[in-house]
Nanobody, 122 residues
């Protein structure tokens, strides 16, 4: 499975962006899709995850109430709606696919997209 992330860009603090992740092939509905991010000089961190069938979302504390992860199995796509963006959200965002049961750990995800840059100006 190949993943293609898109939708990043430059936005002012308080603004919104919607990231998309398109999968090259249909995966099992029980697979887990995740979004991670890596800020300059920092390690990559978990942001959110969802089961391909759209159920069981989970977010890291810093984005709860601001970000929403969703999926569209008909389009083989996963989305990350990001609202009320802050400068500290600036990072390269990656989508990833993991086997059923994948949690927040990077090594639970075997497929990764190329990343899309999100820059939030203050």
């Amino acid at each position: 499975v190949q993943l293609q992330a898109s939708g990043g860009g430059l936005v002012q603090a308080g603004g919104s962006l919607r990231l998309s992740c398109a999968a090259s092939a249909r995966t099992s509905s029980s697979y887990i899709m995740g979004w991670f991010r890596q800020a300059p000089g920092k390690e990559r961190e978990f942001v959110a995850r969802i089961r391909w069938n759209g159920r069981f979302t989970y977010y890291t504390d810093s984005v709860k109430g601001r970000f929403t992860i969703s999926s569209d199995s008909a389009k083989n796509s996963v989305y990350l709606q990001m609202n009320s963006l802050r400068p500290e959200d600036t990072a390269v965002y990656y989508c990833a696919a993991g086997a059923p049961g994948a949690t927040n750990a990077e090594n639970h995800y075997g497929y990764w997209g190329q990343g899309t840059q999100v820059t939030v100006s203050s």
